[in-house]
């Protein structure tokens, strides 16, 4: 993605107003500009134009089950943990038409679409959504079969990230390495010190080129002491743990233990979990022809492994039962995934648990099948 | 549907509001279409002429309310290859299955100045505890698209891209923010249907499941939840007790916590 490892040592100190400098400069790139704003109840991905289009003075209360927007005392513009929508919708869209294929009479012919990428930029992706981009870019660019829709949108796009300083109450990237600090895959990141200054890192030379045109200064040694010290106070404050060692396999081991039967029960089987989740990248396909015949058309979809249509082959549904369901999604998010593309499917975003309509908490689920403490009972 | 004869549809009303079948004239984009890919050869709402059957499809709507219709839906049966029913009257027993709890009697006493006329049974039924049934289209109404679906793949002799999941899927792929999350309002969406493309929750109001129950809802853990953030058993009840409140799934969600 043109974003590279190499250390961008430029960290500068960014006044308040830097951030309408950087909108116009991103603006002058040709991106659309994206950032967090509050709209229908919740701090959400929406088009800004300037600084003030960001939430200062918002934050979210986060919860299993529970998402509620409130006022802040003072007006930071990035005081809050991830939100609803995750980065994947405008990567990876959630419907797409895949070519279609048209006849006036005989012979038919294909049309592929082919539709000019948006060029999008994000200011204030949270370090665990850039560490998403990095899992789906692995799935879906550098394995056997790059998906070039997503690709070309990824390739034209422009990343700020927002270190976190304020976790939610599922929050758990810590546990999982993705956060709170983004350490690479983004163009510019940010470190909110106060209501009017950030301290902003180059991650890119894209980033380092915007960076130029804004006007910033150079980030002192306490400056930089202070975005760490603000992260370090957020890793204790994260609201949920998750103890990664040894889960694999734990989770491997324990197929029939009985923490599945009883989050089964819980479950609604609605797909919120795999829909919110910034990783989940399943879809579907479907063929579609028009009431005349003249036109036929291949569609893609979400999907999510909590249908029963999802695991449908010839003869039914490989996965039946809604425990079976749920355990596929959490052993493929916690421990399949590590051996299939050599990283955790999971970054801690909390986004599972806050958007699950009862409030079931994956940490919970993954401990408890991992202490395998509980006796198995016979299975009815 | 190899032979180039056109499917011969007919459209059968029982205790209905009419809706569904307005749907197949509300299509305006695809009704000329549809006309002419299918042969209309029964459809006294929007026609006066009426052709004998037998018919390749029956479009049914409304619930079974009286003798009469219990005689007529097993004469539509055999005049059907296939039988559709469409709209949650014809699935699931429609708004009227409300009486089934009730005395239809004493509401027949307290509406009509003479009751002696009117005949009705005590339960309002869904077309399959009848006679069986090929398809289902679900909706209080029917979603037009999801009919001019079901005809298009019917011609074409594929399968209809007619989805059994939550309306929670639809509401995601749309960006919808959840009413249910963000709100801490009661939605039925994580139990109903999709089909909708998550409409009411779109314009800020939660799913009433008029699609009825989605292919394997835990019903029971929903109120369980409802009930947990602190919503009255008579609450409960109303939410799932509305247009597809006869469906066993909906049933199920409240007399089990009953007996709880």
Not at chain 1, 213 to 224: L, Q, S
Not at chain 1, 336 to 353: D, K, L, M
Not at chain 2, 160 to 183: D, F, H, W
Request: with cysteine; glycine share 8%; hydrophobic share 40%.
């Amino acid at each position: 993605m043109g974003r590279d490892s190499r250390s961008h040592d430029a960290a500068a100190l960014l006044e308040a107003q830097g951030l309408d400098e950087l909108i116009r400069s991103l603006e002058r790139r040709d991106y659309e500009v994206l950032g967090p704003t509050v709209h229908d109840s919740a701090i959400d991905w929406g088009p800004i134009h300037a600084a003030a289009d960001l939430p200062a003075g918002w934050t979210a209360t986060q919860a299993p089950g529970s998402y509620r927007i409130e006022r802040r005392d003072d007006a930071r513009r990035f005081a809050f943990a991830a939100g609803p929508s995750t980065l994947k919708r405008y990567f990876h869209e959630a419907e797409r038409s895949v070519f279609s294929v048209e006849s006036n009479g005989s012979p038919f012919h294909v049309v592929e679409k082919q539709d000019a990428p948006r060029r999008l930029a994000f200011i204030g992706v949270r370090p665990c959504d850039v560490a998403a981009l990095a899992i789906l870019d692995r799935v879906l660019i550098h394995d056997r079969f790059p998906d070039p829709a997503y690709r070309a949108r990824r390739e034209s796009s422009f990343i700020v990230a927002a270190n976190c300083t304020e976790p939610g109450g599922a929050c758990f990237c810590d546990s999982m390495g993705a956060g709170p600090h983004a350490a690479s895959g983004f163009d510019l990141a940010l470190t909110e010190l106060d209501d009017s200054t950030m301290l902003v890192e180059c991650g890119s030379a894209r980033g380092e080129e915007v960076l130029r045109e804004i006007p910033h200064a150079p980030a002192g040694k306490d400056v930089r002491e202070r975005a760490r010290a603000a992260m370090a106070a957020a890793r204790k404050r994260m609201g949920r743990k998750l103890n990664t060692e040894g889960l694999a396999q734990a989770l491997y081991d324990n197929f029939e233990h009985p923490e599945w039967e009883k989050v089964a029960a819980r479950c609604l089987g609605c797909g919120n979990c795999t829909q919110a989740c910034p990783t989940c990248f399943c879809i579907t396909f479907e063929d579609a022809s028009d009431i005349d015949g003249s036109r036929a058309e291949r569609r893609r979809r979400w999907d999510s492994c909590f249908t029963l249509s999802h695991s449908y082959i010839h003869g039914g549904s490989v996965r039946q039962s809604p425990k079976s369901r749920h355990r596929q999604w959490v052993t493929h998010k916690l421990s399949a995934w590590e051996s299939q593309f050599g990283t955790p499917g999971c970054v801690g975003c909390g986004r599972c648990i806050v958007w699950c309509p009862v409030g079931i908490d994956i940490t919970e689920t993954a401990a408890a099948v991992a202490r395998q403490t509980a006796p198995v009972e016979a299975r009815s | 549907m190899s032979s180039e004869r056109k499917q011969r549809i007919a459209i059968f009303k029982f205790a209905s509001c009419d809706g569904c079948q307005l749907s197949l004239l509300d299509a305006e984009d695809e009704l000329l279409k549809v006309a002419e890919a299918v042969e209309i050869a029964y459809f006294p709402e929007a026609s006066r002429a009426m052709m004998k059957g037998p018919y390749d499809v029956g479009l049914v709507e409304g619930s079974i309310i009286t003798h009469h219709d219990a005689d007529k839906i097993q004469q539509v049966r055999r005049q059907c290859r296939l039988l559709v029913t469409i709209g949650a009257c014809a699935t699931s027993g429609g708004i009227q299955a409300l009486r089934n709890w009730k005395d239809a009697a004493e509401f027949v006493r307290t509406v009509y100045p003479s009751p002696d006329f009117v005949q009705t049974l005590k339960m309002s039924t869904p077309i399959a505890e009848h006679v069986p049934v090929d398809f289902e289209l679900r909706g209080c109404p029917i979603n037009k698209l999801q009919l001019v679906e079901l005809l298009s793949a019917l011609i074409a002799g594929r399968k209809p891209n007619i989805p059994t999941y939550s309306v929670c899927m639809e509401c995601k792929r749309r960006a919808t923010v959840c009413l249910a999350v963000s709100r801490g309002e009661p939605c039925l969406g994580p139990v109903t249907m999709a089909g909708c493309g998550a409409l009411c929750p779109a314009y800020g109001r939660p799913c009433f499941g008029c699609f009825g129950p989605m292919d394997s809802p835990n019903t029971v853990a929903l109120a369980a939840d409802f009930a947990a953030k602190g919503h009255s058993h008579a609450e409960i009840e109303r939410l799932f007790r509305s247009y597809s409140a006869w469906a066993w799934q909906f049933r199920r969600a409240t007399e089990e916590r009953r007996q709880a």
